[in-house]
Structures are given as structure tokens and as C-alpha cells.
């Protein structure tokens, strides 16, 4: 890795880095010693970006920094193709078209050296499982997740078994053949996973769950924290 990329992934890790970063943690991620890191960090801070923390400490990016989002490295761009692959192969059409469309303006910025690591990228996804389709638009849930709306369900089991369901929706997971919807369920008091393929009907109420942003998620973590291993 060239110096300066070097000096350009230390600052997108302490970008994205809440905690301070120790310089032994930035040198094994970045697969360097800890002296070069020391250097680099010191070459960073001469050249006024706002890095606070010492030697020992650790190293922390200042919030207000400002750098081009679109400095991307042939790495980051393979990420991101391989991500738009995924999301482009799977049955939401309105995220797969999203997907196509974040790559088409990536492309349309980024230096034209680069632009080959987009159009002939060397990594890339298998063909998406064959399977019977969701028969509903997802986009009712997002908006729900985004809006901290609640839903109502008419949900069939495994077994064939109709309910209706009021649920708190937290995320969409998506797996190889089919996509989860996660919610907290007012008829069972405690978070599920709903497939949508077996969801019949979904409506969005004006009721909002109450909390504030960000709370339903973080219940949800310390719920599959807790009960790992149950679906």
C-alpha cells in the first residue's frame, strides 16, 4: 500500500470509529507496524487534519471533520459492487433498482482509472436461489421502520394458520431465498420474525410506537443477544 492510501485509510477508519483507535489496532488492520502508524499520524496531523489523542490513548477523529465522500479506494468500489449485486439480484424491485442507480452515479464521479473496478469488477455474487417471490411491496415496511409507524398483519403460519397481528416493524432481513420481517408483536409480547412471503396483507396504521429513534432497534439487539439461536 502507498504511503499516501495509507494516510487516506487511517483517516476513513478513525472516521468511522466511535471509540479511540490505539496505534497497534490501526497498524494490525492496516497490516503495518506500530512505529509507521505513529509516523503517519504525525504526518496527518502536519497537514491540519484534527486527529486528537496520544501515544498509548488512542486516536480520535474530529466530528466536524469534512472529507470528499468520494474518495474511494479500488477496495471500497468492489464493496460496493459486490453489495449493489446482492441487493440488484433479489425480489424487492425497488431496491434492486436503487442499486443499479447508486452504482450509475458512483461511476459518473469517481476518475476514470477507477471506473474499470465498476464495469469489470473482480468480485461478484452467485445467481439468486429460485424460490416463490414475496407477494407484497416491501416498501410498506420500510416507510413503517422509517416513519416508527405500527403495523397491521394478516400473517400465515408453517402450518397454515391464519392470525392477525399489530407489530412494531424494526428491519427487514434479507437471506438467500427469502426476506424476514422483524418486529416486536403486540400478540405474542416479545420480538418475532415474519416471513413476507407468508405475510398476506399488511397495513400501515397512523399509531406510532412511542419510541424514540433508534430505542426498537436497540431492543432488538439485546433480545437477540439474549436468545441466540431462536428464531
Not at 102 to 110: D, S, W, Y
Not at 171 to 180: F, K, N, S
Not at 200 to 215: F, P, T, V, W, Y
Given at each position: 500500500?502507498?504511503?499516501?492510501?495509507?494516510?487516506?485509510?487511517?483517516?476513513?477508519?478513525?472516521?468511522?470509529?466511535?471509540?479511540?483507535?490505539?496505534?497497534?489496532?490501526?497498524?494490525?488492520?492496516?497490516?503495518?507496524?506500530?512505529?509507521?502508524?505513529?509516523?503517519?499520524?504525525?504526518?496527518?496531523?502536519?497537514?491540519r487534519v484534527p486527529i486528537?489523542?496520544?501515544?498509548?490513548?488512542?486516536?480520535?477523529?474530529?466530528?466536524?471533520?469534512?472529507?470528499?465522500?468520494?474518495?474511494?479506494?479500488?477496495?471500497?468500489?468492489?464493496?460496493?459492487?459486490?453489495?449493489?449485486?446482492?441487493?440488484?439480484?433479489?425480489?424487492?424491485?425497488?431496491?434492486?433498482?436503487?442499486?443499479?442507480?447508486?452504482?450509475?452515479?458512483?461511476?459518473?464521479?469517481?476518475?476514470?482509472?477507477?471506473?474499470?473496478?465498476?464495469?469489470?469488477?473482480?468480485?461478484?455474487?452467485?445467481?439468486?436461489?429460485?424460490?416463490?417471490?414475496?407477494?407484497?411491496?416491501?416498501?410498506?415496511?420500510?416507510?413503517?421502520?422509517?416513519?416508527?409507524?405500527?403495523?397491521?398483519?394478516?400473517?400465515?403460519?408453517?402450518?397454515?394458520?391464519?392470525?392477525?397481528?399489530?407489530?412494531?416493524?424494526?428491519?427487514?432481513?434479507?437471506?438467500?431465498?427469502?426476506?424476514?420481517?422483524?418486529?416486536?408483536?403486540?400478540?405474542?409480547?416479545?420480538?418475532?420474525h415474519f416471513r413476507l412471503?407468508?405475510?398476506?396483507?399488511?397495513?400501515?396504521?397512523?399509531?406510532?410506537?412511542?419510541?424514540?429513534?433508534?430505542?426498537?432497534r436497540r431492543r432488538y439487539?439485546?433480545?437477540?443477544?439474549?436468545?441466540?439461536?431462536?428464531?
Open positions: 500500500m502507498r504511503p499516501t492510501d495509507r494516510l487516506f485509510q487511517i483517516i476513513q477508519i478513525l472516521r468511522r470509529s466511535s471509540h479511540p483507535k490505539t496505534a497497534a489496532a490501526l497498524a494490525g488492520e492496516l497490516g503495518v507496524s506500530t512505529r509507521t502508524i505513529y509516523r503517519d499520524i504525525a504526518d496527518l496531523i502536519g497537514q486528537e489523542g496520544e501515544a498509548g490513548f488512542g486516536y480520535l477523529l474530529a466530528s466536524d471533520y469534512d472529507m470528499p465522500p468520494l474518495m474511494l479506494t479500488p477496495n471500497e468500489i468492489e464493496a460496493a459492487v459486490l453489495g449493489a449485486q446482492w441487493v440488484a439480484s433479489r425480489s424487492d424491485t425497488v431496491l434492486a433498482h436503487a442499486a443499479r442507480d447508486l452504482m450509475a452515479k458512483i461511476a459518473a464521479v469517481i476518475p476514470a482509472h477507477l471506473r474499470p473496478f465498476i464495469a469489470e469488477p473482480s468480485v461478484g455474487t452467485r445467481p439468486a436461489i429460485g424460490g416463490p417471490g414475496d407477494t407484497i411491496d416491501t416498501s410498506i415496511f420500510r416507510t413503517a421502520i422509517r416513519d416508527s409507524r405500527k403495523l397491521r398483519l394478516r400473517y400465515r403460519s408453517d402450518t397454515g394458520q391464519d392470525s392477525e397481528r399489530i407489530v412494531w416493524p424494526a428491519m427487514l432481513g434479507y437471506a438467500e431465498t427469502h426476506c424476514l420481517l422483524i418486529a416486536w408483536c403486540e400478540l405474542r409480547h416479545d420480538f418475532r412471503d407468508r405475510i398476506i396483507e399488511a397495513e400501515s396504521l397512523e399509531d406510532s410506537n412511542g419510541l424514540r429513534k433508534g430505542e426498537l439487539r439485546l433480545w437477540r443477544e439474549t436468545n441466540a439461536g431462536i428464531s
